[in-house]
């Protein structure tokens, strides 16, 4: 298969270039993942949306980027890891809690904990939580709202981790100094079935 372009303001149609532009205006540049995006209007428009509403939710810039990192380094997404420690870095988001997200570990903060725990069960039962587990949630200070806005940010993440993934999409300049690699997981091997 040929790889696929990454696209920029120059060679596409509208309304991908309007979204596009409007991407550089806010980052101040267009990150690949948009630009290999841009191959599908739907799938860009529907990215770009989806990427706006999360802005517009009642977390931090710290939760969000917390919800980000969280799913990506689950998924192994190590473009959106990248991408989302230079964006944590950008809006001065604890350095610590980041490294924490990038290992996978616990954050010493509870209420942060809380959340990064939630969005990781959230994320690997497919949403089958307990009700132990929102209470836990609930409890931690996070209210039913952004229980639906976890979810949200985990739709983003998803996304663009599953389209990095099958893709491999270079890492922009930007994101360079945040390269990160997931750890190994030994793939299980199919037996053939005995005759």
């Keep these: 298969m040929k790889p696929l372009m990454i696209h920029t303001v120059h060679d596409c149609a509208e309304p991908v270039a309007s979204t596009l532009r409007a991407t550089q205006s806010s980052l101040g540049f267009i990150p690949n993942l948009f ?55 950008m809006q001065a988001v604890d350095e610590g809690v980041v490294q924490a997200l990038r290992d996978g570990q616990p954050i010493p903060d509870p209420r942060l904990e809380s959340l990064r725990r939630f969005t990781l069960s959230l994320l690997r039962s497919r949403g089958m939580v307990s009700s132990t587990e929102i209470k836990q949630f609930l409890n931690a200070g996070y209210t039913q ?11 983003v993440k998803v996304m663009s981790n599953l389209t990095n993934n099958a893709i491999r999409i270079p890492l922009d300049e930007v994101f360079a ?19």
């Design 35 to 89: 630009g290999v995006l841009a191959e599908s209007a739907p799938a860009l428009a529907a990215f770009a949306a989806l990427n706006n509403q999360f802005a517009r939710t009642s977390f931090s810039p710290t939760e969000r980027e917390l919800i980000a990192l969280t799913v990506s380094a689950d998924n192994h997404c190590s473009y959106c890891v990248a991408g989302h420690s230079a964006f944590a870095a």
């Design 145 to 155: 709202q952004q229980l639906l806005e976890v979810i949200l940010g985990i739709t």
């Design 177 to 195: 100094p945040y390269a990160w690699q997931a750890p190994r997981i030994p793939m299980p091997t199919i037996q053939p079935k005995a005759a």
